[in-house]
């Protein structure tokens, strides 16, 4: 399986994804097209002490403390990616 489909079927869920230039981003996979994954940060920093709320159309949303701004990840620039309980640390 590709790091595509992967995604796909991980959206809302925790990742910390590893470039293969060795950096490392922590998030919840917001959406995948055929280029990029986009992430939205953990709540509260990287530590993720929280459960997530389900709106009325199935996305996920942290009551009281906003979402702030998302960032893209290239697939092609994908080493690893691995799926992270929401309670981790």
């Not at 403390?65 to 309670?87: M, N, R, S, V, Y």
């Amino acid at each position: 399986m590709n790091y595509y489909h992967m995604c796909q079927r991980g959206i809302g869920r925790p990742v910390e994804i590893r470039t293969k230039n060795g950096r490392i981003h922590r998030g919840i996979i917001h959406r995948v097209d055929n280029r990029m994954v986009y992430l939205r940060p953990l709540p509260g920093g990287n530590r993720g002490y929280a459960y997530p709320f389900y709106s009325g159309y199935g996305y996920p949303y942290w009551g009281g403390w906003g979402w702030g701004l998302g960032f893209g990840i290239a697939l092609g620039a994908i080493g690893t990616l691995a799926f992270l309980p929401f309670f981790f640390w």
